[in-house]
């Protein structure tokens, strides 16, 4: 079994300074408080990951967040590329889990 090190110290300063919160990490994604949007990390390059936007926010919130989001990667020298778009909801047989589908 391989482990994988994932630095979690400039993309975390990054979410903070957004005004949000890591709610929850889970493997290689990032889920934040508010579910406006989540990062996955890159594993293939150093300080790269990935942006999902949820599919029910509003596109003038989105449009702020994106841009937000491209000031501070720049200054913190980080990669963060926009994936799509990313849908949670509760599982039909589970009261407890959710699903999280990825929405290209």
Do not use: C, W
């Amino acid at each position: 079994m391989t482990t994988t090190y994932r630095e979690l110290t400039k993309i975390k300063e990054l979410i903070e300074e957004l005004g949000f919160f890591i709610s929850y990490p889970f493997d290689d994604l990032l889920f934040v408080d508010s579910n406006a949007f989540l990062i996955q990390f890159n594993d293939e390059k150093a300080n790269a990951f990935f942006l999902y936007f949820n599919q029910t926010l509003h596109t003038d919130a989105m449009e702020n967040i994106r841009g937000r989001i491209e000031d501070l990667a720049t200054t913190k020298k980080i990669h963060i590329a926009e994936k799509g778009l990313f849908q949670l909801q509760q599982k039909a047989d589970s009261e407890d889990e959710i699903e999280l589908k990825f929405i290209s």
